[in-house]
């Protein structure tokens, strides 16, 4: 367990001893919980039609547990009894600006990463029951106070009950009992059962995390190759010889497409392209600027930095800085790789470290890119 401010806390040792591997309670990890919604406000999420919102209730008297998918009626919330339930909202990101500054306190995970936060309200009792997720995620307390249990990583194997879709875990032995005030926070790894049960009506933040698995590659790939016919091979048989009248599969089949999956594995840039592009993405892949810097504003002693809530990386491609931002490349010369650096790392960049001057003679177009796209924010 750690106890104080999040910022204090020595990020590389924590990484090695904890990430990906043991869950985790850090007291007091926030001085000021993040409190950007009220309850009212959560709930109006849930009637949108574009906001994955789901209301898990528990019968007080049978313990069964229902699962209700967003958008909901307005009229819903008006019959649902004081305890037993919670609303969860997904990608507060994507819909609220005001979210974006709780992410500067996990910069130390790179942004690609990152998938998003998710907000739940529950009432007195209220919780989505005892489960494992595939995926990390750091649950911060915001109002309200939280029971929470935590079992090892992998104590799973106890067995599962599907529910309306939610997969419950039968049992499993707390390593971590805690009642969460807010301030407070939890890491929780893959793989690692958990089970949260409000104390009153309480509000939780979930910074979820995400990954890419093969079935994801594949489809880059996929996707990639139908759009250049070109790369695209057809299996030939000319070492057909004799007949083969018994339909018998041949092992030259195999032998080709495992040729084929060589062939594609041995071009590390083009999955570097591929998977660098899709994991700037943000989650809902829609990013939309709320402010515009025009190019023309900029001055001199201008500062500049990435807009809090984008997708981005950077790697070295083909010679250059690429700096991809939410699917998008801009390729920098490498004179640059410090600068860009601090950009994609959402730091304040001064301009002039790109060469400004008001004729935008040797202003990188990548950056006149970027600026024009509404990726990034004037400071000063
Ligand atoms: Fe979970």
Redesign the pocket.
């Known amino acids: 367990m750690f106890n104080g401010s999040l910022k204090d806390i020595n990020k590389s040792q924590w990484l090695e001893e904890y990430w990906q591997k043991a869950p985790c309670l850090f007291k007091n990890a926030f001085d000021d919980p993040p409190d950007f919604l009220s309850p009212d406000e959560l709930a109006g999420f849930a009637l949108q039609d574009e906001v994955e919102s789901r209301l898990i209730i528990q019968n007080s008297q049978t313990s069964q547990w229902t699962i209700e998918h967003g958008p909901l009626e307005q009229s819903r919330f008006s019959s649902l009894t004081e305890s037993h339930w919670t609303l969860l909202i997904q990608s507060i990101d994507s819909w609220l600006p005001e979210s974006h500054e709780l992410l500067n306190y996990f910069r130390f995970i790179p942004r690609w990463r990152f998938d998003d936060i998710m907000v739940s309200f529950a009432t007195d009792l209220g919780g989505?029951g005892p489960?494992?997720?595939n995926y990390d995620?750091f649950l911060i307390q915001g109002i309200g106070e939280r029971r929470w249990r935590v079992g090892a990583k992998g104590d799973t194997s106890k067995g599962t009950t599907v529910i309306d879709g939610m997969s419950h875990l039968q049992d499993f032995t707390p390593i971590i009992d805690v009642v969460m005030q807010p301030g407070d926070m939890l890491y929780?790894p893959p793989d690692t059962p958990?089970w949260g049960i409000s104390k009153g009506e309480s509000i939780g933040y979930?910074v979820g995390y995400r990954s890419i698995q093969t079935h994801q590659l594949l489809s880059l790939l996929t996707e990639k190759l139908a759009e250049t016919p070109h790369h695209q091979q057809f299996f030939a048989d000319l070492y057909r010889k004799k007949e083969n009248k018994s339909n018998f599969f041949e092992d030259q089949l195999v032998q080709w497409a495992q040729q084929q999956l060589i062939d594609l594995s041995s071009q590390p840039e083009l999955l570097a392209d591929l998977m660098s592009k899709q994991l700037s993405l943000s989650k809902l892949g829609e990013y939309q600027s709320t402010n515009i810097t025009d190019i023309q504003q900029l001055k001199e002693d201008s500062q500049i930095q990435l807009q809090q809530g984008v997708g981005v990386n950077w790697l070295i491609f083909d010679q250059k800085v690429r700096l991809n931002v939410e699917g998008e490349s801009f390729d920098f010369d490498p004179k640059y790789l410090e600068t860009v650096k601090l950009l994609a790392s959402f730091s304040p960049v001064s301009v002039k470290l790109f060469n400004f001057s008001p004729d935008l003679i040797d202003f990188p177009s990548a950056l006149t890119n970027l600026v024009n796209r509404g990726y990034v924010n004037t400071i000063k």
Do not use: G, L, M, P
């Open positions: 989505v489960h494992a997720d995620v929780i958990h979930s």
